[in-house]
């Protein structure tokens, strides 16, 4: 079984002292050690910001590639070798600015694979700039007078785009963030987890207390089989409700259903991974007949 | 271009012109000929001009021609916007009953009316078959065989079943029926059979499509764009019987992400794209080098920039693949002169980028991909699948980046519980982020050092047609070949420079060659000269004399002749 020391490296981990990335990481890794994820059967990417360095930190198998792109390497991963478990790390600039294409496109083929998303509402790595996840009016490296951008609700953005599994939680929860890991990597289908965490350096306004004071979880009653009640709850972000002091900001599972996912669709793999036998040069004498 | 018959056919986008174009091809093919196909069409699917000229000879045509012997004309402008392209004695079949305007044409041409689309009508068809009409008028008069049009078209239409089959057969018998009463004294016999061994009518974007599956392809990822859009078509209508995965994604970027993520999984990946998206692509290039990832990428060129003239060919893209891309790293790029070179090379261009865990850049044009030619069948049995450095073992103390006096690591893939990170940033031996300077250095040399080891064991010879020796030699690359070796068939003192290997360049071999000759002209379709500038770059040699043409159309060979004749050898 994986143990937490198989899973440090050499290398110590950058982040700001405070930054929800620690927590994530200690929560991907607790999961890990639970379900026994090591370099025989998983197999992470990454994008490029605070979030990417977490492949250094993490004695598993990974892709460190561009801004933007964790997804489709994700998913070109998953295609040609079905057996492994996949995930996709990546953050609110990654996936929401540069690569928000391939997120949307990934969640209505419902890839097989688990994307982690790192949302921190700042551009943290870049010094200090406006993400696509920070509020109208908020003041930046890049917005001095105040944000003229609405944010992306990445929630709302997956549920509407396909995804068989649609989750938030906040970073410093990490036994339950844990939980959910696990749960969404049991999934079939693709699975995104919006991951709420401070950045403690460039985004005071999003700090802990922030979340620790807004946030509540979805009840046992609610339905994550209801699309468009998914929907509904997913819009739900400290907006004014009209009842002060009310918790604004919900967590855990906005939508679950079983559908097949795109792996399991493809007649070529569906006896066995495409990588199971070696590529072989191919007789295509039968081929070339059609072009006498 | 002696021996060689031209047969144009145009008409409306939609019409089927470009089919009927292929199986006159096939037609002269089954009958023991040679054949060249080149269409001209507009970015439009209905209602636009498209043109497919058909060259039929007893020997090798390797190229478009200005002139026409033949022409089958399915709408006014066929006629009217093309007179130029009409030799004075030119064939002209028509439907009689369209009163088109011939106003126009030369007195000496010889006129086929033909009630095309009443006899179409006449075995219960729609205006649709009036090409096959057409079809089978043309063969008659052209002293073809009626049954091996009908046995194409039975191949052709056999998914659609029997009526139409039968529809299809009635229609091409009826042309040749009224043909044969009605041109008794105006008959050719272009398309007289003769016993040769068998040949394959194939465009480059089929040749690419069967190179990657015969080379053993495994995943494919391709976002649409002319020209090499039918290399998709063909890898997805073949995928699950020859077991790969084509994939459509997003975007180019997504393409070439994908194809590198399945290459890191262990399967063998290519993309395909046109200049404007390998643009898009050009960011996963250098990811793919920079993590050492096999990628295949044909890039089909056509006019540009922006979006240029997409149905047309153009040379532009050379520099775009040698130098795209931040920073320096290795990537073979290899340009392909015909259909049967960018099969081979497809080919090739998978085992060298496993060898070297690099990207191969396969060059291909528009003319290349849709000129329709026949080869002799290709024959893939001497092909040798190599992977290169790959193991599935668990190692001791593995490093995906070790460092080796060849510069090749053994390469491994996820799963094998061998750990490391396939890492864009600059990285260390294992793969962790690095910036030491040690670190650094070796791993830019570890990948350049590839680059050396690839020219050392890879003949990377360019071609040289014609005498070693010549009064002028022309150097030139891609579809131009073509047109270039039918021109200096008219000039002894001619010789041919074809490069295909564009990076790694064989500046050596290029040198010598060049250093013999008395005047060098080079020829491309561009306006720079790309390919001459970087024979200066490579060799020092510069070339001062220049057949350039970018408007689109191939560099016909009556345009070549005219330049060797201005310059008097």
Redesign the interface.
């Known amino acids: 079984m994986t143990q937490l020391a198989d899973l440090a490296t050499k290398c110590s981990p950058n982040w700001c002292p405070g930054c929800g990335d620690f927590a994530i990481w200690a929560a991907f890794k607790n999961a890990a050690v639970a379900k026994g994820w090591d370099n025989t059967n998983t197999f992470l990417t990454a994008g490029i910001g605070c979030h990417g360095h977490l492949l250094s930190f993490t004695k598993i198998t990974s892709f460190e590639g561009l801004h933007g792109r964790p997804v489709p390497v994700a998913t070109g991963a998953k295609i040609a070798n079905r057996n492994l478990n996949v995930f996709a790390f990546t953050g609110d600039g990654d996936s929401l600015a540069e690569g928000t294409n391939h997120l949307i496109h990934a969640c209505r083929r419902n890839h097989d694979i688990t994307i982690i998303l790192h949302d921190n509402a700042i551009y943290g790595l870049t010094t200090g700039q406006t993400s696509p996840r920070s509020p109208h009016g908020f003041k930046s490296k890049s917005t001095p007078s105040g944000n003229l951008d609405n944010p992306i609700n990445p929630v709302t953005l997956a549920i509407a785009s396909g995804a068989t599994f649609v989750a938030r939680e906040y970073a410093a929860h990490i036994p339950k963030l844990s939980d959910l890991i696990i749960k969404a990597n049991d999934h079939h289908g693709i699975s995104i987890i919006d991951v709420l965490q401070s950045c403690i350096t460039f985004n005071p306004g999003y700090a802990h207390e922030f979340y620790q004071n807004n946030t509540y979880y979805l009840g046992k009653d609610f339905d994550k089989t209801n699309k468009k009640q998914a929907f509904e709850k997913s819009l739900e972000w400290a907006m004014p409700t009209g009842r002060q002091g009310e918790k604004q900001i919900p967590l855990g599972i906005f939508y679950e259903v079983n559908e097949p996912s795109y792996e399991a669709q493809i007649p070529q793999i569906k006896d066995q991974s495409l990588i199971s036998n070696p590529p072989t040069a191919k007789d295509i004498t039968g081929l070339l007949k059609k072009y006498t | 271009m002696d021996g060689v018959f031209k047969v144009k056919i145009g008409g409306q986008a939609g019409q089927g012109i470009k089919a009927t174009g292929l199986i006159l091809a ?1 037609i002269a ?2 009958s023991g000929k040679h054949v060249y196909t080149y269409t001209e069409f507009p970015s439009l699917i209905k209602g636009g001009h498209n043109l497919i000229q058909v060259l039929i000879s007893q020997r090798e045509v390797t190229s478009p021609s200005k002139k026409n012997d033949f022409w089958i004309a399915l709408d006014q402008n066929s006629i009217n916007l093309h007179l130029e392209e009409f030799k004075p004695r030119c064939g002209i079949l028509f439907d009689e009953e369209k009163n088109y305007d011939l106003s126009k044409i030369n007195k000496d041409a010889n006129l086929y009316p033909v009630p095309l689309v009443k006899l179409a009508k006449s075995v219960g068809g729609s205006e649709l078959l009036s090409n096959t009409v057409a079809l089978g008028a043309t063969i008659a008069i052209l002293g073809g065989d009626l049954q091996i049009f009908k046995e194409l078209l039975s191949e052709q239409f056999r998914n659609k079943g029997e009526k139409i089959v039968g529809m299809n057969q009635r229609a091409a018998e009826e042309g040749y029926n009224f043909s044969k009463e009605n041109f008794k004294d105006k008959q050719q016999n272009v398309l007289a059979k003769e016993n040769t061994s ?5 465009n480059g974007n ?1 040749a690419c499509a ?1 190179g990657a ?7 494919a ?1 391709i976002y649409p764009m002319s020209p090499i859009s039918n290399i998709l078509a063909v890898l997805a209508a ?3 019987k ?4 084509y ?1 459509q ?3 180019e ?2 393409a070439i ?13 290519m993309t395909a794209t046109s200049g404007g998206g390998f643009c898009l692509m050009t ?2 290039y250098g ?1 793919a080098a920079m ?1 050492e990832t096999p990628l295949v990428i044909i890039e089909g060129m056509r006019p540009g920039p922006a979006s240029g003239l997409p149905t047309w060919s153009g040379q532009g893209d050379l520099r775009l693949t040698i130098h795209g891309h931040q920073g320096d790293f290795p990537r073979i790029v290899l340009a392909a002169g015909d259909a049967q070179e960018a099969f081979f090379l497809t080919m090739e261009a998978f085992n060298l980028a496993d060898k070297y865990q690099l990207p191969v850049v396969v060059i291909v044009d528009k003319n290349i991909c849709e000129d329709d030619r026949s080869f002799s ?2 024959n ?1 049995s001497d ?3 190599d ?1 290169g450095k790959f193991t599935l073992e668990k190692q001791e103390n593995y490093e995906r980046y070790k460092l080796e006096a060849d510069g090749i690591s053994a390469r491994t ?13 600059e990285h260390t031996t294992i793969g ?2 690095t910036e030491e300077i040690e670190e650094v250095n070796q791993q830019m040399k570890k990948r350049m050092t590839k680059f050396q080891t690839c020219i050392e064991n890879e003949k990377t010879d360019s071609k040289l047609f014609g005498p070693e020796k010549a009064d002028v030699t022309i150097v030139s690359w891609g579809s131009n070949k073509g047109s270039i070796l039918e021109a200096i068939k008219n000039f002894p003192n001619a010789n041919f420079l074809h490069i295909t290997w564009m990076n790694p360049f064989p500046a050596a071999q290029v040198k010598n060659i060049l250093e013999k000759a008395n005047r060098i002209i080079d020829i491309e379709c561009n306006f720079e000269g790309t390919l001459a500038s970087l024979i200066r770059e490579k060799t020092g040699i510069e070339i001062k004399d220049f057949l350039l043409k970018y408007d689109g159309r191939p560099i016909f060979p009556e345009e070549i002749i005219a330049k060797l004749e201005g310059v008097k050898i």
């Open positions: 096939k093919t089954r068998q040949r394959m009518v194939v089929d069967l599956i015969a080379a053993g392809v495994q995943f990822a073949n995928q699950e020859y077991n790969f995965i994939k994604p997003e975007d970027i997504s992400n994908m194809a590198i993520g399945a290459s890191v999984a262990g399967a063998r990946s960011e996963g990811l993590t069948i290709f893939t092909y040798k699948l992977r893939i996820p799963g094998t519980g061998n750990f490391f990170i396939a890492n864009s940033y962790y982020d």
